[in-house]
């Protein structure tokens, strides 16, 4: 069976259904309704002060919940699959958010005008805050110091689920979005301190040669 499309609002059900069957799955839904009733998983923790923490809580706690349910349930693996389907949760919400990203669009813009694409769509992203060092035709540079992910998977006592909210981005750039490549040599997920960003546009005839392929992302591999 080939790979859901991972721009498909159907993925993570098909990839849920295929791993787990439908009925587990249809019990693994009910699990995390159940605990989401139940105030799972931020209850104890005070009232989001911000609209961006509030919107991050609201990211995060569907995937605390299904990795609860899934071990609750003592589905085989939980952590690989809770991982394989944030990575694909992650790179439509990226393609939604984003959009198109070409090199030719951007040289033709000024720099204010470049800046401001860049924070619109910054913006979007409620658990970060950017650090931009270089936003020019030809790559964009910045670092994040904090994540809310990090923050909230530990404070929900899941610290393991941190690493996976970043395998979107990996996926996303060079893949789905063929003609960008993310450099990220470490993660304050995995430890480091802090997440520097590069995004640098491929080489014309590799992204073009991707971007033939793209409709056939190979399937996620688990952590």
């Known amino acids: 069976m080939s790979a859901p499309d991972p721009r498909s ?9 295929t791993r787990l ?3 587990t799955t249809l019990r693994v839904v009910a699990e995390v309704l159940r605990r ?32 609860r349910a899934l071990r609750a349930l003592s589905a085989p693996a939980p952590l690989a699959l809770v991982g394989d389907a944030l990575e694909l949760g992650a790179v439509a919400f990226l ?10 669009a951007l040289a033709a813009m000024s720099e204010p005008e470049r800046e401001r694409w860049v924070a619109e769509r910054a913006a979007r992203f409620p658990n970060a805050e950017p650090v931009f060092h270089a936003v020019t035709a030809s790559e964009v540079r910045f670092t994040v110091h904090a994540c809310r ?16 909210f970043c395998r979107g981005d990996a996926r996303y750039f060079g893949s789905v979005e063929p003609g960008v490549v993310l450099d990220r040599p470490h993660t304050l997920a995995s430890g480091g301190p802090d997440c520097p960003f590069t995004l640098r546009f491929a080489d014309p005839h590799n992204a073009l040669a991707n971007e033939k392929t793209s409709q056939h992302v190979e399937p996620a591999k688990s952590p």
């Open 9 to 17: 609002p159907l993925a993570i059900p098909a990839l849920l259904i």
């Open 21 to 23: 069957g439908p009925l």
């Open 36 to 67: 989401q009733l139940r105030g799972e998983p931020f209850s104890h923790l005070p009232p989001a002060a911000t609209p961006r923490e509030r919107q991050s809580r609201a990211q995060a706690a569907p995937v605390i919940l299904l990795y």
């Open 149 to 164: 992910f990090v923050a909230l998977t530990h404070a929900a006592h899941h610290p393991e689920l941190a690493p996976l």
């Open 95 to 104: 393609h939604k958010s984003l959009g198109p990203i070409r090199q030719a």
